[in-house]
């Protein structure tokens, strides 16, 4: 168990090396992820220029789901996000590479592309959060720390498991890049905002297919002591870790599933 | 070592723009071959005969559609990862080495990722440096390598786990004379040293000529040849080439046992079977010889010729 991790950390380590060979560019690179993550930051602000509540919410609680569910992106992003470059192994048949090898063939693909200026769009949520638990009256206990703690992990458990499966994609349509976006990017708007303003079928998609709810908005009402606007049971509020662990099941056997229909590339 | 029966692969191929029609393709259609261990043996056939194809259902990287793979005793698409220790590969055209980072920097970290001992490793690379001349580009970033460098990166790269069984795909192509040398030196070394079962593929008949002993020949994914180098030409390519380059032009020659190709000038083509010596003797008594050279078909017209002889 430990020795995986040993190799990931040389592998992340050689990708941090490479990327401080081009120092500006990375510097440049850091910057922007943070701007044009407090860009999408200034969305929310805009929205709530012409409505004081979103439903039930608040700006500062809508703050707080943006947060965590940035905080968990960027950290995803950051440690499994190999996804905007898999497509392209797939197409132009360097997975071929990973499969000779004695290793997980996913295992690889996460430790290929560690991307230090993610950290750029994690920091801007960071000062969000630390903005919103300021001016928040929440009512903090052991629980609600736990919870706290507990919820960032999870969250990214479950962006990678629904980022894997759409990734799997990608050995059908071979380009399947955009497609896949509408997992990554696509979940964490998703994620962001309270799924009691969205439709029924979408909440529901959200609740019990692709189960973004669970990244941010069932940990948060628990957080924020709110009463669930949908009258959902209580005990989805701590479903958060059960939900990343089963995400996991489901996101491997997506992945060996998709492996073996792997087609390569002529040459 | 390596058994293959009736294997095939086929692809579903879509086709048309609008209403597309799928066709399948057959990439590999039932072939069956046995090697032996420490055999050095070389994969031949045209471009897109299906040897790529072949030599990834070996490695694992393929799943095939029939037939049975035994590559070291073990299916490879089941037991990927076990395979994986047991064998190296290098594909000419896909990089493993790490782009951005000194040469040593790969090593290294393939040596965690196939997990070798210390000193085995330090080993091997001490070797591989002596044999493929690698120290003085060994700190340079990958990337800034020429061709030749890069690809005596590759082999060492796919031989430090120190495998039984090596797969390479078109290990010289688009190298100069010397580095395609000092490949194959490395490869007979590897043979015989170390006993490693080498199959290549190649378009290169040179490689086949100064390394292999047997040859198998795959054209539109049947094979159509599984035998030795010499059987292969006394049947196929008996007909060489004689270039003579006399001391001025003369009309064509007429020579017992050979049919004058070509002529430029001072320069004469004859086309020849049997030995060389007496065609040599009978053209210098013929015309003043100056110099002289022979040469051997290459694998596309041996292909050629192998459809074109009846009964086989």
Redesign the interface.
């Known amino acids: 168990m430990v020795?995986p991790v040993?190799?990931w950390r040389?592998?992340v380590g050689?990708q941090i090396?490479?990327q401080f060979?081009y120092r500006v560019s990375f510097v440049l690179d850091m910057l922007g992820n943070f701007l044009i993550s407090f860009i999408d930051f200034l969305a929310v602000l805009v929205l709530f220029h012409n409505t004081t509540r979103l439903g039930v919410w608040s700006v500062r609680e809508v703050a707080f789901l943006y947060a965590m569910s940035s905080i968990s992106f960027a950290l995803t992003d950051l440690l499994v996000g190999h996804f905007d470059q898999f497509p392209q192994k797939i197409r132009d048949?360097?997975f071929?590479?990973l499969?000779?090898?004695?290793?997980?063939t996913l295992f690889q693909v996460i430790g290929s592309d560690f991307q230090m200026r993610r950290l750029g769009k994690a920091i801007q949520g960071a000062l969000v959060l630390g903005y919103v638990i300021s001016s928040l009256a929440i009512p903090w206990d052991v629980g609600r720390v736990a919870m706290l703690v507990v919820m960032v992990p999870s969250a990214i458990v479950i962006f990678a498991s629904v980022w894997t499966v759409g990734s799997c994609l990608a050995f059908w349509t071979t380009d399947g890049g955009e497609f896949t976006n509408a997992f990554t990017y696509g979940g964490n708007f998703l994620a962001q905002y309270p799924i009691d303003i969205f439709s029924t079928w979408l909440r529901r998609f959200l609740a019990y297919i692709v189960p973004l709810a669970f990244v941010c908005y069932f940990p948060a009402l628990y957080i924020l002591d709110k009463p669930d606007p949908l009258g959902l049971p209580r005990l989805l509020q701590f479903s958060s870790p059960l939900v990343a662990l089963l995400g996991v099941g489901v996101g491997g056997l997506a992945w060996r599933f998709a492996v073996?229909?792997?087609?390569?590339a002529?040459? | 070592m390596i058994e293959v029966e009736r294997l095939s692969k086929q692809?579903v191929v879509r086709r048309g723009r609008f209403r597309r029609e799928r066709v399948v393709v057959d990439a590999v259609n039932e072939i069956s071959f046995r090697v032996e261990r420490g055999e050095l043996l070389g994969y031949l056939g045209p471009n897109?005969a299906g040897k790529?194809t072949t030599i990834?259902m070996l490695?694992?990287?393929?799943?095939p559609s029939g037939g049975r793979v035994s590559v070291a005793g073990l299916d490879p698409?089941k037991r990927?990862?076990?395979l994986?220790?047991r064998?190296g590969?290098m594909?000419g055209?896909?990089?493993?080495l790490?782009?951005?980072?000194p040469l040593i920097?790969s090593f290294?970290?393939l040596r965690?990722?196939?997990?070798v001992p210390a000193d085995r490793y330090r080993q091997s690379l001490a070797r591989f440096r002596e044999v493929l001349d690698l120290d003085s580009f060994l700190h340079t970033?990958v990337r800034q390598l020429s061709l030749g460098q890069r690809i005596r990166g590759e082999l060492t790269a796919s031989m430090l786990h120190e495998p039984e069984l090596l797969f390479l795909d078109e290990p010289t192509i688009g190298l100069d004379v010397v580095a395609k040398q000092r490949v194959r030196d490395f490869l007979i070394e590897i043979n015989r040293e170390r006993g490693v079962t080498v199959l290549l593929t190649t378009h290169d008949l040179g490689d086949i000529e100064r390394l292999c002993k047997r040859l198998l020949v795959i054209d539109h994914g049947s094979l159509i040849w599984d035998g030795g180098i010499d059987e292969l030409k006394e049947r196929y390519g008996a007909e060489r080439m004689l270039i003579v380059d006399l001391e001025q032009p003369v009309p064509p020659l007429q020579i017992e046992g050979a049919v004058v190709e070509k002529v430029d000038g001072p320069r004469q083509w004859l086309r020849f079977r049997g030995p060389a010596a007496d065609l040599t003797a009978r053209v210098a008594s013929s015309a003043r010889l100056v110099d002289l050279q022979i040469a051997e078909p290459d694998i596309e017209e041996i292909v050629r010729r192998i459809y074109s002889v009846p009964g086989t």
């Open positions: 020795e040993l190799v040389r592998l050689a090396r490479s060979q048949g360097t071929d590479i499969l000779v090898r004695p290793r997980s073996r229909h792997y087609r390569s002529g040459g | 692809f897109g790529s990834k490695t694992g990287i393929l799943v698409s990927r990862i076990e994986a220790k064998i590969a594909f055209q896909r990089i493993q790490w782009w951005d980072l920097d290294e970290l965690h990722i196939y997990k970033p």
